[in-house]
């Protein structure tokens, strides 16, 4: 409605400086002569717009141009740390190839080796071994020696009590088993050992990666 009552003032106030400004004498009476006074007609209309002014009907205001936009805050990127070796065919390559040359002589106990099914219980059996010192306790990497073995045995043993994983090549959990000569020896099941065999072969891939290549000779044996 106030849009309609605008557009009708300012056409009533244009037309009406059209037509007084057309106006001129003509023996007493009044005539339409003459041509339409354009100035007068503007000064009519920009009087119609003050108008509208004062009613509330005021100009858009514009920003003023000096006005600046500060830059938004930068924000540093997050630091990452490195994340762990893994196993990878290399690493794991490297580690059998160091426990093969080993010139330490161990064995897999005949219970382990039962609760495992690597043997029928009867004797311990002959294996290669390295092993680690840590904070957290000793940590063994074992390969029984017999013809055609792919088994690997990895074992964390804190005071009296050994948490002992089967594994192999492929680096991937088959089995997982507690001893300990106060609470019984037991076999646990494959998820509720899974973070801790992730942590073994996380210490021995650290390990792997300061041993040579596959494709060169062994330094050192223990």
């Known amino acids: ?30 005539a339409l002569a003459g041509a339409i006074d354009s100035a007068a007609a503007r000064q009519a209309l920009q009087s119609a717009i003050a108008e509208l002014n004062v009613g509330g009907w005021a100009p858009p205001v514009t920003a003023p141009a000096n006005v600046t936009v500060p830059p938004a805050a930068s924000v540093p990127a997050p630091v990452i740390p490195p994340a762990d070796p893994v196993i990878s065919q290399e690493l794991m390559a490297r580690l059998i190839k160091r426990t093969l040359a080993s010139k330490k002589e161990a064995v897999i106990i005949a219970q382990l080796c039962a609760a495992f099914d690597l043997c029928d ?25 017999r013809e055609g073995s792919q088994d690997i045995i990895i074992a964390l043993k804190r005071t009296d009590v050994t948490f002992v994983y089967l594994t192999d090549k492929s680096g991937k959990l088959r089995a997982a088993m507690i001893l300990d000569p106060v609470a019984g020896d037991r076999m646990i099941p494959n998820e509720q050992a899974a973070e801790k065999f992730k942590a073994e072969l996380r210490l021995f891939a650290k390990l792997a990666q300061d041993l040579p290549p596959t494709g060169t000779e062994v330094a050192g044996n223990s």
Request: overall charge positive.
């Open 1 to 30: 409605m106030k849009i309609r009552r605008i557009r009708t003032l300012m056409i009533s106030a244009y037309l009406t400086a059209m037509l007084a400004s057309s106006l001129a004498p003509v023996r007493g009476d009044v």
């Open 121 to 145: 219980g009867t004797g311990d059996i002959p294996a290669k071994q390295v092993s680690t010192t840590e904070p957290d306790g000793k940590h063994f990497f074992s390969m029984p020696i």
